[in-house]
Each structure stands twice: as C-alpha cells, then as structure tokens.
C-alpha cells in the first residue's frame, strides 16, 4: 500500500482519516476523541448529544414547558450544553492529540443558534465544523466568527461553486477542506461493480480540484466520503496529481469499535 503521509487539517498537521459525523448522536466525545488521540481527526455529532449530571450520568432530556415555542426552545438549551459537553469529553481523551470537528445538520431546525451557542462556550475544544444536510450559506461567516475551520459537504462541483460565489469567497481564511459525497452511494454498490463506483468518484473529484484550483484554492484538501471501508480499495486517489491533497472519512466503520456509543445490539447488526 501507498503511504499516507500526514496533510494539514484544521490548523495542524495529522493524518488524512476522519470520523464521520453521523448525523443523530452516532458519534460522540469518546469516539471522536479517540481517533484524535491517534493524529487523525475524531468528529462528534451536534445533534441532539447528550450531557451529564454531576456524577457523568446521561441527563434524560425532559421538556417542562406547555406549548411547541416554548419546548423548542429547551430542546436548543439542551442541544448547546450536549455539544460542550461532548467537546469536553473529546478534548480530554484526546489528550491534546489530532483535531477535534463537530458535525451538523444544516437544515435541523435552529442549527446555526445552536452551533453559535457550542462555539462561543467551546472555545479552543473544537477546531472545525463539518456541515451539510443542505446548502450552507452562512457556515462560512459562523465559523470564521469564532475562529474555526468550516468544511462543506457537496455532492458535486457544482454544488460548491454556487457555495463559493453566493458565501464562501468572503470567508476564505477559514476554509479547511470540500468534503465530497457522492448522492448515489447506496444505490450504485447495490447495483454497479465496486470499480465502476470508484471510477465515477475519481473523476468527479478531478472535476472538483479543477474548480478548486481556478479559485486559487489548490491548497486545502478533498475529503472523501461514503463508502469507505479500506485504503486498499482507494490507493490510486493517493498521491493521484488530477486529485491533490486528499483525506479519507470513515462513516460506518467506526460504528462498530468499543469506542462507538452506538448500542451493542445495533453493532451486531451492522456486522452481519
């Protein structure tokens, strides 16, 4: 295999794997703290993650309020204190290794006051933020306010360019990376070769570098994402000139480590 040299993410050099995000608490400060601590970069969940009593018991969210507005605005409270939380944890077990990013859904009601909120008592605990479920506009503008790294996920070149042209050319400094995902995942491994798959992918990265580069952005890296379960099946990206730099996140695989929160018996299942 190829050796994958470390790149620099988020302010720092590390190795190119990262955790996915997984959308409703599929990670969190123990699994995303884990892989920092081994010089990649861990990304815990910011919707609805859980926070802690005195003794590090899981609070159970309870909604006291009697009408919709109001309990809408305790699910917020209660998604600010999960978020700090779960970067507190990163933080600690990560013991000052790797990055630590938060990954939020876009279009989740309230997502930019709750990703504010996280960041603004949260200082120095996190070190990017992956977005997407949407069309980000203000990502860009939030994260470069509080000093952190912001990385849109798109499904296409094309996707970022509108990104870039309507926000994102304002808030250059704090770009750390695109991350791409390609939106028929599940059902071109159902119905295509595995090479075939790969080869879309490449030259949908290729097309992304290029737009990259004419924007003077050749510098921060393509993270790939989706459907991937081994450096083995992707040793032609690495190093790949049409490509660039290049980092890999792993959504489904950390699912099943001693680290993951997920239950036993979903780990199980994902197995077979």
């Given amino acids: 295999m190829k050796q994958l040299n470390p790149i620099m993410i988020s302010g720092k050099e590390v190795l190119p794997l990262i955790e996915g995000g997984k959308g409703i608490n599929g990670s969190d400060g123990r699994s995303s703290g884990s892989w920092a601590r081994e010089n990649c970069v861990g990304t815990f969940s910011g919707v609805s993650p859980d926070f802690y009593d005195s003794k590090g ?16 605005e305790e699910m917020i409270e209660y998604a600010i204190k999960g978020g700090i939380a779960q970067a507190q944890v990163a933080h600690e077990v990560s013991n000052g290794n790797g990055r630590i990013h938060m990954n939020m859904l876009w279009e989740m009601a309230d997502s930019e006051r709750i990703l504010s909120g996280v960041l603004e008592k949260a200082k120095g605990l996190i070190h990017g933020v992956t977005c997407g479920a949407g069309l980000p506009y203000h990502l860009g503008e939030l994260a470069s306010r509080f000093g952190v790294y912001y990385y849109p996920i798109v499904s296409s070149a094309r996707a970022f360019q509108v990104l ?9 400094e704090f770009l750390g990376g695109v991350v791409y995902e390609d939106p028929w995942l599940g059902v071109t491994l159902a119905v295509e070769p595995f090479t075939k798959y790969t080869t879309h992918i490449c030259n949908e990265a290729s097309q992304l570098r290029r737009l990259l580069r004419t924007l003077g952005l050749d510098n921060i890296p393509i993270i790939l994402a989706g459907g991937i379960w081994s450096l083995k099946d992707w040793q032609d990206y690495i190093d ?28 199980k299942v994902m197995l077979q």
């Fill in 164 to 172: 870039w042209k309507r926000a994102y050319s304002n808030f250059r």
């Fill in 240 to 267: 790949n000139p049409d490509i660039g730099k290049i980092a890999f996140q792993f959504g489904t695989r950390p699912m099943i480590t001693k680290e993951s929160p997920i239950s036993e018996a979903w780990k």
């Fill in 57 to 72: 018991n899981v609070i159970i969210e309870t909604f006291s309020k009697k009408n919709r507005a109001e309990r809408h």
